[in-house]
Structures are given as structure tokens and as C-alpha cells.
């Protein structure tokens, strides 16, 4: 629903690092395993990706948990959506899709499919006809803030030019309807806003998609209060990873919500910033403010 090397076009739809290790360390044994999980285009046994990698069926999943925050058999199920994706776009019948995409039955096809693309199937097929999203901008001290929005929760939010929201979101649902509403946005606007400005706003409903390890991360993210900080050492703590340090950046990088999840709110143990999708000067002025509860600019 961010990037090891695995094949250049999917890689970073997953969160996978691309890193080039000189040693056999845990990426490169990642690595392997997750390139035969996109040549096979979804899931394998473990132990067929233990021997591929070259360690044993503990140390794979270990690799996983500690590189991606997830499991091999989930990264796998990540990729045959990402198969379905494809094949619910190039053909007119789901039927031939659930087959192309390698699942073994309709049952499980609509089951795994509808959870990981936020609608059915078919809905999906069809560009998203049946969902209405709002969408509206507003102008802060850090930019402008634009945010996407479905009737069950926020879906997305961008800092900076409305095109970075706006045109993938239509291209991924062509035929969804796509409002721009700022009377209905309203409450959403002002919380966010308010955050910009380092002021604490309610919690907003959210409706993002993302792997099980991402909305523990992200959810945890959402914990952390205006003018505090915490460590990716100390998120990964918090959900009871300690050892996926890794993992929980690129789950803060792959963050579909700035703001509303307040991944600006995480550094580096050595306390510099780290890094942030919409720019250092921003996540550092957000943090100014959250400190001083004024803004800042």
C-alpha cells in the first residue's frame, strides 16, 4: 500500500537497502533470497531460500527480521501482490489474474489481494470506480501540505507541490474520483497545520497500507509527543525488535503520511538527524518548533 539488490524495477517498492556489502553479511544473504523470491514471483519455502543464500533456515530468518522487519514468507506475499497488481491491470478477468499471479486458489487471491490493495480485486481492475478521495493543500511555515483522504481515513500526506501527491495517485486508480474539497478537509488541514507548526493536534483517522512490520513502526511513531525524540534503536525497542534497526528506518522512510506519522521525530543515537523524504531543513524546523511549541522561519 521505502530501498539490497534486488531487481531494479521492485526493490524499492519493498523498503530494500540498495547496498552493495564486500562481505557475506546478512544484506548480501537478503539479497539472494529476496532476487529468487522475485524470480519466482512470490513465495518460496525457507529452506529452499536458507540454501540459496547460503546459511541455515534460522539464520534466513533472522537475516529478514533484522534487514526488512518481516518474515521471508511475508516479503514473498509482497511480491505475488505486486504480480497480482500487474496482472489485474493486463488482463479484463480476475480469474486469469489469480492464475497468472501464482495463487493456488480464488479464496486465498481475494483474501491476500483485497487486505494488501485496500479494495477488491475487481475494484482495483477497474481503476477504483466505486471510491471517492478528497484531497486538499494549505500553506505552512515548512511548505505547502497537501493530504489525501478516503471517507474511512487519511491516506496521504506530501509536503511540497500538489503533483507529487496527485498525478501517482491517479495513475495507480484512474477511475477513482478525485475531489479537491476544503470545506470537508477542513479539520484534517488545520491538525496538520498545527503539527507543522509544533503544536500537538488529535490523532486523524488513518487509512494507509503497508506491511505488518511498517504499521507496527508506524504506529509506535505515532506515540512519540511533539517535542520529544526517539532513536531507531529505540523504535525498534519499543515494538519489540530490538535488533531491526534497519528495518525501521526504511519503514520510516516508506512513511506514506509526514506529519500525521511523525517519523521527523526519530534521529540517530548519535543525535544528528538521520534522514527525511521532504529534506533535512524541514524535519530540522519541525523539530525547532515541536521544541519551542512556536514556529520557526
Same mark, same amino acid.
Given at each position: 500500500m521505502?530501498?539490497i539488490?534486488?531487481?531494479?524495477?521492485?526493490?524499492?517498492?519493498?523498503?530494500?537497502?540498495?547496498?552493495?556489502? &564486500? &562481505?557475506?553479511?546478512p544484506i548480501? !544473504?537478503?539479497?539472494?533470497? $529476496?532476487r529468487a523470491?522475485?524470480?519466482?514471483?512470490?513465495?518460496?519455502p525457507?529452506?529452499?531460500l536458507?540454501?540459496?543464500?547460503?546459511?541455515?533456515?534460522?539464520?534466513?530468518?533472522r537475516?529478514f527480521?533484522?534487514?526488512?522487519?518481516?518474515?521471508? &514468507?511475508d516479503?514473498?506475499? $509482497?511480491?505475488?501482490t505486486?504480480?497480482?497488481?500487474?496482472?489485474?491491470r493486463?488482463?479484463? /478477468?480476475v480469474?486469469?489474474?489469480?492464475?497468472?499471479?501464482?495463487?493456488?486458489?480464488? !479464496? &486465498?487471491?481475494y483474501?491476500?489481494?483485497?487486505?494488501?490493495?485496500?479494495?477488491?480485486?475487481?475494484?482495483?481492475?477497474?481503476?477504483?470506480?466505486?471510491?471517492?478521495?478528497?484531497?486538499?493543500?494549505?500553506?505552512? !511555515?515548512?511548505?505547502?501540505?497537501?493530504?489525501?483522504?478516503?471517507p474511512?481515513?487519511?491516506?496521504?500526506v506530501?509536503?511540497?507541490?500538489?503533483h507529487?501527491?496527485?498525478?501517482?495517485?491517479?495513475?495507480e486508480?484512474?477511475?477513482?474520483?478525485?475531489?479537491?474539497?476544503?470545506?470537508?478537509?477542513?479539520?484534517v488541514? !488545520?491538525?496538520?497545520?498545527?503539527i507543522?507548526?509544533?503544536?500537538?493536534a488529535?490523532?486523524?483517522?488513518?487509512?494507509?497500507?503497508?506491511?505488518?512490520?511498517?504499521?507496527?513502526?508506524?504506529?509506535?511513531?505515532?506515540?512519540?509527543?511533539?517535542?520529544?525524540?526517539?532513536?531507531? /534503536?529505540?523504535?525498534?525497542?519499543?515494538?519489540?525488535?530490538?535488533?531491526?534497526?534497519r528495518?525501521?528506518?526504511?519503514? $520510516?522512510?516508506a512513511?506514506?503520511?509526514?506529519?500525521?506519522?511523525? $517519523?521527523?521525530?526519530?534521529?540517530?543515537?548519535?543525535? /544528528?538527524?538521520?534522514?527525511?523524504?521532504?529534506?533535512?531543513?524541514?524535519?530540522?524546523?519541525?523539530?525547532? /518548533?515541536?521544541?519551542?511549541?512556536?514556529?520557526?522561519?
Amino acid at each position: 500500500m521505502a530501498r539490497i539488490g534486488v531487481p531494479e524495477h521492485t526493490g524499492a517498492a519493498y523498503g530494500v537497502p540498495m547496498v552493495v556489502a &564486500a &562481505a557475506d553479511t546478512p544484506i548480501d !544473504r537478503v539479497t539472494r533470497a $529476496c532476487r529468487a523470491l522475485h524470480v519466482n514471483g512470490g513465495p518460496l519455502p525457507v529452506g529452499e531460500l536458507a540454501t540459496i543464500a547460503g546459511c541455515s533456515t534460522r539464520q534466513m530468518q533472522r537475516d529478514f527480521a533484522e534487514v526488512l522487519g518481516t518474515t521471508p &514468507a511475508d516479503y514473498g506475499r $509482497c511480491v505475488r501482490t505486486d504480480a497480482a497488481r500487474i496482472a489485474l491491470r493486463d488482463t479484463d /478477468s480476475v480469474t486469469e489474474a489469480i492464475f497468472d499471479a501464482g495463487y493456488g486458489s480464488v !479464496r &486465498a487471491f481475494y483474501e491476500e489481494t483485497a487486505r494488501r490493495l485496500g479494495m477488491t480485486p475487481k475494484d482495483y481492475a477497474q481503476g477504483a470506480p466505486a471510491h471517492i478521495l478528497l484531497w486538499s493543500a494549505i500553506s505552512t !511555515r515548512i511548505g505547502d501540505v497537501i493530504a489525501i483522504a478516503s471517507p474511512r481515513g487519511l491516506c496521504r500526506v506530501v509536503i511540497g507541490d500538489a503533483h507529487e501527491l496527485l498525478e501517482p495517485t491517479l495513475a495507480e486508480f484512474p477511475a477513482a474520483t478525485l475531489v479537491r474539497d476544503d470545506d470537508a478537509m477542513v479539520d484534517v488541514m !488545520r491538525a496538520l497545520s498545527a503539527i507543522a507548526d509544533g503544536v500537538d493536534a488529535p490523532d486523524l483517522p488513518m487509512l494507509v497500507t503497508g506491511t505488518a512490520f511498517q504499521a507496527r513502526v508506524w504506529a509506535a511513531l505515532r506515540q512519540i509527543p511533539a517535542g520529544e525524540t526517539r532513536t531507531y /534503536s529505540e523504535v525498534a525497542a519499543a515494538i519489540g525488535e530490538p535488533q531491526a534497526v534497519r528495518a525501521v528506518a526504511n519503514a $520510516c522512510g516508506a512513511n506514506p503520511a509526514a506529519l500525521a506519522i511523525p $517519523c521527523h521525530r526519530v534521529i540517530r543515537t548519535d543525535g /544528528s538527524l538521520g534522514g527525511y523524504h521532504w529534506g533535512l531543513e524541514v524535519k530540522e524546523a519541525l523539530l525547532a /518548533s515541536e521544541r519551542t511549541g512556536e514556529c520557526t522561519g
